[in-house]
């Protein structure tokens, strides 16, 4: 996955991954330019999901927001 995946529309992307876990809060999903495997991280802790699931998570919200 690449920044630019990660980036796209973030605000959006960040409300489809709170719907999907709804533990998850703002600073959960702070994203930060270098940090990416840090958030994937804290995602991957708080849901209980492998790094594979979270990955997936997150292109399949940030590509329906963003590839219209």
Same mark, same amino acid.
């Given at each position: 996955?690449?920044?630019? $995946?990660?980036? !796209?529309?973030?605000?959006?992307?960040? =409300?489809?991954?709170?719907?999907?876990?709804? &533990?998850?809060?703002?600073?959960?999903?702070?994203?930060?330019?270098?940090?990416?495997? $840090?958030?994937? !991280?804290?995602?991957?802790?708080?849901? =209980?999901?492998?790094?594979?699931?979270?990955? &997936?998570?997150?292109?399949?919200?940030?590509?329906?927001?963003?590839?219209?």
């Amino acid at each position: 996955m690449t920044t630019l $995946e990660i980036k !796209g529309d973030w605000n959006i992307t960040k =409300g489809k991954l709170k719907q999907k876990w709804a &533990k998850l809060t703002d600073s959960d999903l702070q994203y930060t330019q270098g940090k990416q495997e $840090e958030m994937l !991280g804290r995602i991957q802790k708080i849901t =209980g999901e492998s790094r594979e699931v979270v990955e &997936k998570a997150i292109k399949e919200a940030s590509g329906s927001c963003c590839n219209n």
